[in-house]
């Protein structure tokens, strides 16, 4: 019920399409969905998060769409770019409860120039 | 500003020896994080400290210990290392507001041979 599945592994994109990654959760505890961009070598980076009273939120090419009856929630790369290209991770937590955010896996994003 | 510092960048050790990885923020962050990074894995927590002199054991703490004697100072000691303590090490912090803004060091890579 800790679980946090994150699909795809991998994704390869051309420049300017669109990029999306999903994840989907199981404890209702959670409320709030950061995603974190890793480059290599470097640690995560904190991109865009989402609690759960609205169902969608955008920071310019980066939107984050939650869906919470269905426990989903995507990020979506609009008109993505080479720099884009990185690891991305969703995560969840429960602001009052445990310091633990949950991970998931991580998605590697090629954008293809 | 430098941030989060995480030293060394990159380690070797041999199986059944100790060593420690230093982490040190200058944001003034009551919250710190250690976590570990496996290859096609998400992060996982080992310990995290709420403050100085407090500290609490995450999802993975086993062959690992923390202190926390300082506000700026977190470092994360392996005694007996073992070759499954290969993995990067990522050391976070944050403010005492929004759980899911965490600010992540370098990170420092751990072979165990």
């Known amino acids: 019920q800790q679980q946090v599945k994150q699909s795809p592994q991998s994704l390869i994109v051309q420049k300017g399409g669109i990029s999306i990654i999903n994840c989907a959760y199981e404890?209702?505890?959670?409320?709030?969905f950061p995603w974190y961009q890793q480059f290599p070598g470097k640690g995560p980076a904190l991109l865009i998060a989402?609690?759960?009273?609205?169902s969608e939120k955008k920071e310019g090419r980066f939107t984050i769409s939650f869906n919470k009856s269905a426990k989903q929630f995507s990020l979506h790369i609009m008109d993505s770019q080479p720099g884009d290209s990185a690891t991305y991770f969703c995560?969840?937590?429960?602001?009052?409860?445990?310091?633990?955010?949950?991970f998931g896996k991580g998605t590697k994003l090629t954008v293809n120039p | 500003n430098a941030g989060v510092t995480q030293t060394p960048k990159f380690r070797i050790l041999k199986i059944g020896q100790s060593m420690t990885l230093q982490c040190t923020q200058d944001?003034?962050?009551?919250?710190m994080y250690w976590y570990r990074q496996d290859p096609g894995m998400g992060l996982k927590l080992i310990y995290y400290?709420?403050?100085?002199?407090?500290?609490d054991k995450g999802e993975v703490p086993n062959g690992y210990n923390v202190s926390r004697s300082t506000t700026e100072d977190f470092p994360l000691r392996l005694e007996l290392a073992a070759p499954s303590q290969t993995s990067v090490y990522f050391c976070?912090?944050?403010?005492?507001?929004?759980?899911?803004?965490?600010?992540f060091g370098p990170g420092t890579r751990l072979l165990v041979l």
């Open positions: 989402i609690r759960p009273d609205v």
């Open positions: 944001m003034n962050h009551n919250y």
């Open positions: 404890n209702t505890a959670f409320d709030y």
């Open positions: 995560a969840a937590g429960d602001q009052g409860g445990s310091e633990k955010l949950v």
């Open positions: 400290s709420v403050g100085a002199g407090i500290t």
């Open positions: 976070a912090s944050r403010a005492g507001t929004a759980k899911e803004t965490q600010y």
